[in-house]
């Protein structure tokens, strides 16, 4: 068969962890006749989740695509993982996808990451089916969790299908539509008399289908409004039309364990959801702004990378979706993202974490390549012919830091090239060396998250690391003016050596500075000799009198001295300005300073008061409040020393509904009592080093 765009559909799966993405997979993967048995992630023998980090947590880790024949049509199914410490991967699928299937648990209902990502495809306008996974189970209810997705979600829902018996006596669907219902034995459904105790139920679920569909054709409307019937092909017509514009959303029911409702699903997502030729993609614009355009096979080859991962054997493979033109195997494209040219190889369709090769991949497809050098997530490769630049994915900000250390000694390179190679695979973890800390700092999008990449820089690279928090980089300031002496005077038998300077030290505002000011008249101390002077008060400013922290927002002013014609020398004036310095430093009253952070935490308005409540006890300053939609917005300042692990306290305190972003934003004062235990601190960590 030869595929046309057409007859493509790319869906990403998306819910909660652990409502059953992975499980319908397996059974999608089963029903498409693609694998012999039914994968388990409760055994740990799932076709789907094969990282070993994957196995061990029983959850999804990593986006995979598997491309699905189904009834002459390709299926390019994209699960994703389901806690919020992997959004990145999840924004990722959505971004390739011209729909989603959305899976409810039967008997938890709406829970926390179902409200987010329901939020993300109203933002981005996509099509979606819900599934109302585990009937099967116990607690499941049906009815409770349709009237709960048309209060909180959306009315635009409406059911398509009820369920044949519930939680243990759960054996079927019936269709609304056709009102016929369908019993599922022996791996095979068979049609079955509609019970009675279903009849009024599926009456009243069929009227909100209907109405769901009317509302949006002004023909249908009519028709229903003086009450001429309207047929099931009309219906159907019309509800295709309704749920590709984004006006209705079909809600489907099975298990995906026992294998029920998953046949229905793969007819739906063909019958019902768009094609790529009814998608469309954003291109940015030279002056930086985003139009849309239609995915367009006439044009010349171009395609968006939405996923890399690297591999110290097989090397980076990239994930890729062709947006026009047909992309052939030893292509040259230029990477517009990175103005440079990359020969991609040879080609294949994704299937889980193997491949199929192919020589071409059609508009609206997706591929992969491998030993790709210059590939990155988000970028756009085109022939030179049609430029274009495909907007970026847009990932959250890594907030959750940690400092790494190798357990072995030399592992240094090893571990610096393990955190290279996993940066560019994943654009929510960002690694750097602190240099005034000197520590190796981690970020990512929560403890789990980091967990999983330090397991996985041991696995594929080799190298063990232990954990500490990120030190702050306090520093250090005078708030009184003085003036001192600093004098060096040593001799040797030889010639001996002499440096003498008075400075005056005085505070700047703060984020002032540093300042010098030569105010010698004639020749206390010769023009050669002043740098020098300068030089050693530098030297004694990167530590500071009380904790060993920089010394800044300071004028010194350089005002008398003296010095010998013999035993003067550019090193006994550096030596005497450093003197000078950490003598007038200790005298000037020193404070310490702290880094002070700027945080916007955006909040549904019911934790406002929590959230206000522990902000403050961190010695935030709240500075503004907002709403925004249905979430408040909190603007404060707060030390960088309260909010090191703010992401799971903030977590805990919205039940995952919050988030927050946050920037440097000054350096101010430590209260005294907090001061004294941090300069005790440092002392111990200075007299450990020193023994």
């Keep these: ?130 599934f109302l996974n585990r009937i099967d189970r116990e607690g499941a209810n049906f009815f409770k969790v349709y009237n709960d997705l048309r209060e909180r979600l959306s009315n635009k829902i409406f059911a398509l299908q009820l369920p044949l018996g519930e939680q243990a006596n759960f054996s079927g669907i019936i269709d609304i539509l056709s009102k016929k219902a369908y019993k599922f034995t022996s791996g095979n459904y068979q049609e079955v008399l509609l019970p009675e105790e279903y009849e009024d139920r599926v009456e009243e679920l069929r009227e909100h289908l209907i109405e769901a569909v009317v509302e949006n054709d002004d023909e249908l409307l009519q028709k229903y409004l003086e009450g001429e019937n309207i047929s099931d092909e009309e219906i159907l017509k019309g509800m295709r039309t309704a749920i590709k514009e984004g006006k209705a959303f079909p809600l489907l029911c099975g298990s995906a364990i026992k294998n029920i409702g998953v046949h229905q699903l793969l007819d739906a997502i063909k019958d019902l959801l768009p094609s790529p030729e009814e998608g469309k993609v954003e291109i940015l614009t030279d002056d930086g702004a985003i139009t849309l355009a239609k995915l367009d096979p006439s044009k010349p080859p171009s395609i968006f990378v939405f996923k890399t991962t690297a591999d110290p054997f097989v090397g980076k493979l990239a994930l890729f979706k062709v947006h026009t033109g047909i992309l052939k195997s030893d292509s040259t494209l230029l990477n517009i993202t990175k103005g440079v040219e990359e020969k991609l190889g040879h080609l294949a369709f994704p299937k889980g974490k193997a491949q199929e090769p192919t020589g071409e991949i059609i508009t609206g497809d997706i591929g992969v390549v491998a030993k790709v050098q210059s590939l990155g997530t988000s970028d756009t490769l085109c022939d030179k012919s ?182 003067s020398s550019d090193m006994a004036f550096k030596i005497a300005g450093s003197m000078a310095l950490k003598k007038g430093a200790a005298e000037a009253n ?77 350096y101010d004062v430590v209260p005294s009592k907090i001061a004294e235990e941090i300069i005790a601190n440092s002392k111990k960590e200075k007299e450990k080093e020193e023994a």
Excluded at 596 to 607: A, D, G, L, S
Excluded at 638 to 659: C, F, H, N, W
Aim: glycine share 8%; aromatic share 8%; with cysteine.
């Design 386 to 567: 049609y430029p274009v630049k495909y907007v970026p994915i847009k990932f959250p900000q890594p907030l959750y830091s940690v400092a790494v250390i190798p357990k072995s000694k030399g592992d240094e390179e090893k571990l610096s090239n393990a955190l290279s190679r996993l940066q560019e695979e994943d654009p929510t973890f960002i690694s750097y060396y602190n240099t005034e800390t000197h520590q190796t700092i981690v970020s990512g999008l929560g403890d789990l998250h980091i967990e999983v990449i330090l397991e996985r820089i041991k696995r594929k690279f080799g190298v063990e690391v232990d954990t500490e928090l990120p030190k702050i980089p306090y520093r250090e300031t005078i708030t009184t003016k003085v003036k001192v002496q600093g004098k060096y005077k040593r001799q040797t038998g030889g010639r001996g050596q002499y440096g003498d300077c008075w400075i005056e030290i005085e505070p700047l505002p703060r984020g002032g500075g540093y300042e010098f000011v030569d105010k010698i008249f004639g020749g206390a101390i010769p023009q050669n000799y002043r740098p020098s002077v300068e030089k050693g008060i530098k030297e004694a400013m990167e530590e500071g009198v009380l904790a060993g922290y920089p010394l800044v927002d300071i004028r010194v002013t350089l005002v008398d001295g003296s010095y010998h014609p013999v035993d």
């Design 1 to 130: 068969m030869k595929l046309e765009t057409g007859k493509i559909r790319n869906v990403v799966l998306l819910s909660h962890g652990g409502v059953g993405k992975t499980s319908l997979t397996d059974a999608i993967l089963f029903n498409a006749k693609l694998v012999d048995r039914l994968g388990s992630v409760d055994i740990g023998n799932s076709n789907v989740d094969s990282e070993p980090e994957e196995i061990k947590r029983k959850t999804t880790i990593m986006l995979k695509v598997f491309p699905i024949p189904w009834k002459e049509y390709k299926i390019n199914i994209i699960d994703t993982p389901g806690y919020s410490d992997f959004i990145g991967d999840v924004l990722s699928g959505i971004k390739v996808a011209e729909s989603a299937v959305m899976l409810i648990c039967a008997s938890s209902g709406i829970q926390v990451n179902t409200e987010i990502l329901w939020d993300i495809l109203e933002e981005q306008e996509k099509p979606r089916i819900i």
């Design 590 to 666: 020193p404070v310490l300073l702290e880094p002070i952070m700027y945080i916007e935490v955006t909040v549904p308005e019911e934790f406002m008061g929590d959230c206000i409540a522990d902000l403050n006890s961190k010695r935030a300053k709240i500075i503004g409040m907002e709403a925004q939609g249905k979430y408040q917005v909190i603007k404060a300042h707060v030390p960088m020393a309260e909010i090191l692990r703010y992401s799971i306290d903030l977590k805990s305190i919205t039940q995952g509904r919050g988030k927050y972003k946050v920037e440097f934003s000054h």
